[in-house]
């Protein structure tokens, strides 16, 4: 219950193009879900994040639309540049007494070619 | 305001050795999140503290492994006898109080276990 899937694994996109990360999961007490973007060697910056009283937040290219009934929320990466390229986890958390860990998805690794 | 600060960034140790990893938060923060990311895998969560208290070890091995955060100084990891399985890539972050969902990482410590 505590797992978030995340989908597809690998991602070849070219430039200009849509990126589309796909994630899912089961506790329905996570209220916190961002996105981390992390480059070869370097560890993950936040992204983007969005909690679930709202269906979509968009910043810039990058938009989350979140789908609270199927539990499942998604990132899109709009005109997709090669230096976008790198590896993309989705997370999610729970506003529990005294612990909010991040639970994370297994990354997506972007590929974004001229 | 300079990030998150770990060291070192790359760690070589024998099987058996002890390794210890350090985790200096961002300016103001009093949270430490240690994860764990295995080769070509999503980050683990291992442990969350504030100064001088353990908050969350739901996912540090039972043995060999332990943390801590004194009031003064940096986080440490420590990773006593290591196993070649102990060999990974080791992140700390940090978060503010009060709503402590942002995560801010820092650029990890690779290490290595011969």
């Known amino acids: 219950q505590q797992q978030v899937k995340q989908s597809p694994q690998s991602l070849i996109v070219q430039k200009g193009g849509i990126s589309i990360i796909n994630c899912a999961y089961e506790n329905t007490a996570f209220d916190y879900f961002p996105w981390y973007q992390q480059f070869p060697g370097k560890g993950p910056a936040l992204l983007i994040a969005i909690r679930p009283d709202v269906s979509e937040k968009k910043e810039g290219r990058f938009t989350i639309s979140f789908n609270k009934s199927a539990k499942q929320f998604s990132l899109h990466i709009m005109d997709s540049q090669p230096g976008d390229s790198a590896t993309y986890f989705c997370?999610?958390?729970?506003?529990?007494?005294?612990?909010?860990?991040?639970?994370f998805g297994t990354g997506t690794r972007l590929q974004v070619f001229p | 305001n300079a990030g998150v600060m770990q060291n070192p960034r790359h760690l070589v140790r024998r099987r058996g050795q002890e390794a210890r990893l350090r985790c200096s938060p961002m300016k103001g923060h009093s949270h430490v999140y240690w994860y764990r990311q295995l080769p070509e895998e999503g980050l683990k969560f291992m442990v969350y503290?504030?100064?001088?208290?353990?908050?969350?070890e739901s996912g540090m091995p039972k043995e060999r492994f332990s943390a801590e955060f004194p009031k003064e100084g940096p986080s440490i990891l420590r990773i006593q006898q290591v196993v070649r399985g102990d060999s990974a890539a080791y992140f700390c972050a940090s978060s503010p109080p009060g709503p402590k969902e942002t995560q801010y990482f820092g650029p990890g410590t690779r290490l290595l276990v011969l």
């Open positions: 503290l504030q100064k001088e208290n353990i908050i969350d």
């Open positions: 997370a999610a958390s729970r506003k529990a007494y005294n612990t909010d860990k991040l639970i």
